[in-house]
């Protein structure tokens, strides 16, 4: 027992912060979804109640009688559908990119990957609002197309859910491309060489060789875009023009003009409830994977 | 197969220097040499993953230069077994057959076959993980093997392997070798190695070969000093022609070795020191250094009074042989056909 307790030692500045900082705030955040709103925003700390959930589904029309409403599911597939395509988006422009970097000479790679991550020194705010001088008509894209002959053409892009995809992937493409990149950076170069060996051409040995032992990389590049593109506002606000709405302005909304921290904070469990469940489904799916590697 | 004239340098480097060498079909022919000298650049080069300066390759009369790797008729044993690590061992050795586009059920046959070949029958399922590193050799040969290939080179197969299942391995490689009737490309640094297993060996240094000739050729008529000392061990004198096979040591001594030079020239004579012989006069003298007793033979090393050092490596047996004790004064007998004589 005395061994034990140096770790404990060891370990406890990590625990404090994953306490402190994780554990005890969604402890908090699925107290606070139980409870009842305060008139003026707020909640009253005594009073009980699943309102926020019943919420969630139904709706109370005047004489208390329960309806299915499904506005605030409808939220969620539209975040869910966006999501899906901002990570299957960068995943097919990831991928080129990811192939083509991984392969240069060793210099060039560490230069290759700074590049990639220069996007992170800028506020993300502003590079949205960037896109927006793009985007917007008589903005920049337009006025290149007038340049080279289209005398009236507009893309009519900003703010319609392209815009907002076209904002997501380009904030997220980062997060896919790292770990896609170390996964294929670590791929034993003798392998490919033997695959060549035995026959395979080019696009054979992307497919049977570095695609699979990619996988580590392509997965966890699909949950690093997926999961926090669920909650992003800030494209969907600026870019999408608050239009339609999206969980993540949703969230955002019951905690600030709507004054429903209860209801806020029920969303917020429930959104993570669900990527808990997947990141459970996709370890069930690859745990046979991961032991089989050496 | 038959390379021409290959040349290839990395930077300032010179891999292969102006290297021909024929290589008969059904032979187990060996890349000898210390690293850097080139044998793996050769290699390489025959199975495509290196482009040459100058040279041309063909196997089997059709010329493969400018083929890409996958479309050459060899396959390469890679040195750290490159097994695919996401199949299994029978998918492992598949891969080639796929890349062919064999029927599933032939392949599924041939892959039994080789399985059965390196004795892995019933390990096919497994994952490269769960495999020893002797069965994951296996199983990189068998997977080389399977297309047939006119040639196959492997690449310093054995260096991973502990020292008794490389003698095992070297069995038998010889032993597929043999069955399949192909032809094996058998790089290594490993003498023994080298001259345990070939039909013949080429020895490199610098990116030239210096000498090809059967295991027997190599070790008892090396014909360059580096030949002579990379291969076991060798004594080397410095020493004058002087007429027909007779050449004087810097002690005045005159001795008779294997070849005639042209009289005047200098050269070096070498002799293996287990053909050297101890005895207690001769003409040939000198003090004995250092006696190390290694078991089946004993090493005498005796300083001759030119002050050349020789090493004699005489077996230990229970009969009657002279006696000697460091600092004695003893003679070495040295055998006309065991002496080569080296120019180079």
Redesign the interface.
């Known amino acids: 027992m005395k061994r034990v307790q140096p770790r404990l030692l060891l370990v406890s500045p990590a625990m404090v912060v994953l306490v402190g900082l994780l554990v005890a705030p969604l402890g908090i955040m699925a107290f606070v979804s139980t409870l009842q709103r305060g008139e003026d925003g707020g909640v009253l700390w005594a009073q009980h109640t699943a309102e926020a959930y019943v919420q969630f589904i139904y709706e109370r029309d005047l004489f208390n009688n329960l309806a299915v409403n499904t506005d605030y599911l409808r939220i969620f597939l539209r975040s869910f559908t966006l999501a899906a395509a901002t990570a299957i988006l960068t995943l097919l422009l990831a991928l080129p990119t990811t192939l083509w970097m991984a392969f240069q000479p060793a210099r060039r790679r560490a230069l290759l990957l700074m590049v990639v991550t220069v996007p992170f020194w800028t506020n993300l705010l502003v590079r949205n609002y960037a896109w927006i001088l793009l985007l917007r008509n008589g903005g920049v894209i337009d006025r290149g197309l007038h340049a080279v002959g289209f005398a009236h053409a507009s893309i009519n892009v900003l703010y319609t859910p392209a815009a907002t995809l076209i904002g997501l992937v380009y904030s997220f493409l980062p997060y896919m491309v790292l770990p896609i990149y170390v996964s294929m950076e670590k791929i034993d170069r003798r392998l490919i060489e033997c695959a060549y060996d035995l026959g395979a051409g080019q696009l054979r040995v992307i497919r049977r060789i570095i695609l699979p032992l990619s996988m580590p990389g392509i997965v966890g590049g699909l949950i690093l875009v997926f999961v926090p593109c669920l909650g992003a506002f800030v494209s969907p606000d600026l870019l999408g023009g608050g239009k339609s709405m999206m969980i993540g302005s949703l969230i955002q909304e019951q905690f600030g003009d709507a004054r429903n921290w209860p209801f806020g904070a029920a969303l917020a469990f429930t959104l993570f409830a669900m990527i808990l469940v997947a990141l459970w489904l996709h370890h069930l799916l690859f745990r046979r994977g991961l032991e089989a590697r050496p | 197969m038959l390379c021409q004239g290959l040349s290839k340098s990395f930077g300032a480097v010179v891999a292969l220097d102006d290297v021909s060498l024929t290589i008969e079909p059904n032979e187990f022919f060996t890349l000898l040499g210390p690293s850097g000298c080139g044998k793996t650049t050769l290699l390489r080069a025959i ?1 495509g ?1 290196v482009g040459l300066d100058r040279g041309s390759i063909s196997v089997h009369g059709q010329g493969v230069d400018g083929l ?4 050459r008729p060899v ?2 044993v ?3 077994y ?1 097994i ?3 199949m299994t061992a029978a998918e492992n050795i598949a ?2 057959l796929e ?2 586009r064999w029927p599933k059920r032939r392949v599924a046959a041939r892959v039994a076959e080789m399985l059965d070949l390196v004795q892995l029958s019933g390990l096919g399922d497994r ?3 769960q495999l020893s590193g002797g069965q994951q050799q296996r199983v990189a040969v068998a ?2 093997l399977a ?1 047939n290939p006119r040639v196959l080179l492997l690449d310093e197969p054995l260096s991973a392997l502990d020292q008794k299942l490389r003698v095992g391995m070297q069995l038998e490689l010889k032993r597929l070798q043999r069955e399949t009737g192909i032809t094996f490309i058998f790089v290594t640094h490993d003498q023994r190695e080298a001259l345990t297993m070939s039909d013949r060996v080429a020895v490199m240094n610098a990116g030239a070969i210096l000498q090809i000739g059967s295991p027997q050729d190599i070790y008892e008529r090396p014909t360059a000093r580096f030949v002579a000392d990379f291969i076991g061990e060798t004594n080397f004198l410095l020493a004058e022609a002087v007429g027909g096979n007779r050449y004087r040591l810097a002690s005045g001594v005159t001795l008779e070795a294997a070849e005639p030079g042209q009289e005047g020239l200098s050269v070096t004579l070498a002799i293996r020191p287990e053909r050297a012989r101890l005895s207690a006069t001769g003409p040939v003298t000198g003090r004995v250094q250092d006696i190390v007793y290694e078991g089946t033979d004993t090493i005498f090393r005796l300083v001759l009074a030119g002050g050349e050092s020789v090493r004699i490596r005489q077996q230990n047996s229970d009969g009657a042989r002279p006696r000697f004790v460091i600092g004695d004064m003893a003679a070495v007998t040295l055998p006309p056909e065991s002496v080569r004589v080296l120019t180079a």
Do not use: I
């Open positions: 199975a993953f890409a790797p996958h479309r396959n390469t890679f040195q750290s490159a695919f690590p996401h891969f080639g890349m062919d994952r490269p993980a997977r080389a297309k």
